[in-house]
T-cell receptor, first 112, second 112 residues
Framework: NAGVTQTPKFQVLKTGQSMTLQCAQD?????MYWYRQDPGMGLRLIYY???????DKGEVPNGYNVSRLNKREFSLRLESAAPSQTSVYFC???????????FGPGTRLTVT | GEDVEQSLFLSVREGDSSVINCTYT??????LYWYKQEPGAGLQLLTY?????DMKQDQRLTVLLNKKDKHLSLRIADTQTGDSAIYFC????????????FGTGTQLKVEL
């Protein structure tokens, strides 16, 4: 039981490049989330998926797109990376019927 | 949505008690959470309290809730160097959806 896994762990991009961050969970949770973590700002929600086939914008969705490929997988895409997207990105899923979220180990992204 | 505030830093000596505070502007009647983030890792659920409780004790951890003042605190007794981490409070989002609003995080440093 791996919980929530994320790939890659580290990534460096040049401005304008694109990439997809992958996330998968094996806990059969319906709800999944993408956050970014910046110093002094806590976690900010980028996108949220309540179930397979549905996605909703969070607090900071600009510059990002998501895909809920199936119940297990929720990917985050940066179409044209900008230095302001340098951050640590976390994926999480929530146990059904609760607000308890379980986090992946994070992806550390640097955009130069 | 709501604002969730925490002080950014706390430094204590090993063996002392640590108290991490959190204030919020709104909350539904449900659970309130504390998460711990160790260096280079994702967030781990540490403990929680149901909104109809004033206090919950779990080994070295004590959670206090003052609903009138919208104040949540986490006390760690006999603080150890392994407790050095960032601690986040998380409050259910009142604007709909199965979401949490995270505080800014408090970095706890335990000195020998």
């Amino acid at each position: 039981n791996a919980g929530v896994t994320q790939t890659p762990k580290f990534q460096v991009l040049k401005t304008g490049q694109s990439m997809t961050l992958q996330c998968a969970q094996d806990m059969n949770h319906n709800s999944m989330y993408w956050y970014r973590q910046d110093p002094g700002m806590g976690l900010r929600l980028i996108y949220y998926s309540a179930s397979e086939g549905t996605t909703d914008k969070g607090e900071v969705p600009n510059g990002y797109n998501v895909s809920r490929l199936n119940k297990r997988e929720f990917s985050l895409r940066l179409e044209s990376a900008a230095p302001s997207q340098t951050s640590v990105y976390f994926c999480a899923s929530a146990r059904d019927g609760t607000y308890e979220q379980y986090f992946g180990p994070g992806t550390r992204l640097t955009v130069t | 949505g709501e604002d969730v505030e925490q002080s950014l830093f706390l430094s204590v000596r090993e063996g002392d008690s640590s108290v991490i505070n959190c204030t919020y502007t709104d909350s539904s009647s449900t659970y309130l959470y504390w998460y711990k983030q160790e260096p280079g890792a994702g967030l781990q659920l540490l403990t929680y309290i149901f909104s109809n409780m004033d206090m919950k004790q779990d080994q070295r951890l004590t959670v206090l809730l003052n609903k009138k003042d919208k104040h949540l605190s986490l006390r760690i007794a006999d603080t150890q160097t392994g407790d050095s981490a960032i601690y986040f409070c998380a409050i259910p989002f009142t604007g709909g959806g199965n979401k949490l609003t995270f505080g800014t995080g408090t970095q706890l440093k335990v000195e020998l």
